[in-house]
């Protein structure tokens, strides 16, 4: 069996993960590498037999991203947490790598379905949240600083700044019969429920295979999501006017002419206009979920 292993540039390996690809070299049924990122988007151009990726939401972004670049069948994905935020990671079990490397790759694997987003520019994938209005805004104030001060501090500094700098969007929104032109904070589309660290924007803590939920925020203040973090972090639907959950698989929003931001996994999009998509056929992944 080849294994390729796409490593985070610059994160280091945990120990017993260092012990697994040690031994993962010394298995003859494996043709065991590992390459490191060097760049923005580098995984992408290393996915034509990748099965392990060590990295958080950012990298298995790309590795995604290039994997669904390319025709034909698609190898299975062993995901080992060595990211900031780890959100995806949240939905599925630790893996054990106390089992021989052979017994781990030859498991039976999960469906995980991808959302993709299509744009004038381009056409990209995700496999977590898309966050268009306030999220895109934080994006873009952590590509400035993420250099200088390191992911985790960028972020925090890049959500403080944002909440004052941040002004909602005028979008319009089309998904099922709905049609709505309104002022937005954010709109979440989401396969899985967690993001920014461990924030739950979709009621309730599994991921929704096969179609998205669509968390809408209206005419929100700074105040409100402060006054409603707690329910964010436990994952607990919010009763108010201006917040709507609804599920669908596809949606479209746009800037009525004007560009928008969204942050996509962690990458900056910017766009008129956003159509999302939940693609029909999921990639294997051989890490098992969360019940």
């Known amino acids: 069996m080849r294994v390729l292993t796409i490593k985070h540039g610059k ?3 945990k120990p017993h993960v260092s012990a697994f690809f040690k031994r993962c070299e010394m298995d003859p049924a494996l043709h065991f590498s590992v390459k490191e990122t060097q ?3 580098h995984a992408e151009t290393l996915v034509k037999d990748v099965i392990v990726v060590v990295g958080g939401d950012g990298t298995i972004n790309e590795v995604v991203n290039g994997l669904l670049s390319e025709p034909g069948d698609k190898p299975p994905l062993l995901l080992i947490e060595a990211g900031t935020g780890n959100d995806l990671l949240r939905n599925f079990e630790a893996i054990s790598f106390d089992r021989p490397p ?3 790759f030859n498991q039976p694997s999960s469906k995980l379905h991808i959302g993709q987003i299509k744009t004038e520019k381009e056409l990209r994938y995700f496999v977590n949240i898309a966050d268009v209005g306030f999220g895109g805004k934080v994006a873009e104030t952590m590509e400035k600083m993420r250099v200088t001060w390191g992911a985790l501090v960028s972020y925090v ?3 403080i700044w944002a909440f004052f700098r941040y002004r909602n ?3 319009s929104v089309k998904f099922n019969q709905l049609e709505e032109e309104k002022s937005f904070f954010m709109i979440a589309v989401c396969l899985g429920s967690t993001f920014g660290n461990g924030m ?3 009621p309730g803590k599994k991921r929704r295979e ?4 669509v968390v809408r925020l209206g005419r929100i203040k700074i105040w409100h999501y402060l006054l409603y973090i707690n329910k964010l972090l436990q994952g607990k639907k919010i009763n108010y006017p201006e917040i709507s959950y609804d599920e669908t698989v596809n949606i479209s929003i746009s800037g009525e002419g004007c560009e928008i931001e969204a942050e996509v996994d962690g990458e900056r999009l910017s766009a008129t206009s956003f159509t999302f998509t939940v693609v029909p056929d999921p990639i294997a992944i051989l ?3 969360r019940h």
């Open 11 to 13: 994160k280091k390996l």
């Open 39 to 41: 760049f923005p988007k």
């Open 102 to 104: 052979i017994e781990i």
């Open 157 to 159: 500094v890049a959500v």
């Open 169 to 171: 969007k005028s979008l």
């Open 200 to 202: 739950i924007i979709a």
């Open 210 to 213: 096969g179609q998205f939920h």
């Open 287 to 289: 890490n098992p979920y």
